[in-house]
């Protein structure tokens, strides 16, 4: 069992900045694919960024330009930097991950922007 533990969201202003951060209870580096995912109530969960194993990291097009995600596998954690941040970035953000023993799902963490 992999467990994915978020932290770093709460409240911010639009236009300011933050950086969730991620632990995996494994190496990463077995990881096919870590990132985020966003959550709106009543809505499915919306890509945010992906990182592949020895890829290049995807974004959604909301964040292309406002986000960055980043690994530390010495760590086991995978980051995810967002800037000019606007109130339709807020929701529950979800660390993912995929690798051998399937799909993998943190507890998420809330953000939310304030206008």
């Known amino acids: 069992q992999v467990h994915l533990v978020e932290s770093g969201g709460g409240l911010v202003q639009a236009g300011g900045s933050l950086r969730l951060s991620c632990v995996a209870s494994i190496s990463i580096s077995i990881m096919n694919t870590i990132g985020w995912y966003r959550q709106i109530p009543g809505k499915e969960r919306d890509v945010v960024a992906l990182?592949?194993?020895?890829?290049?990291?995807y974004y959604a097009d909301s964040v292309k330009g406002r986000g960055t995600i980043s690994t530390d596998e010495d760590r086991n954690m995978v980051y995810l930097e967002m800037n000019s941040l606007r109130p339709d970035d807020t929701g529950v953000y979800f660390c993912y991950a995929d690798n051998m023993w399937g799909q993998q799902w943190g507890q998420g963490t809330q953000v939310t922007v304030s206008s």
């Open positions: 990182s592949p194993f020895n890829g290049t990291p």
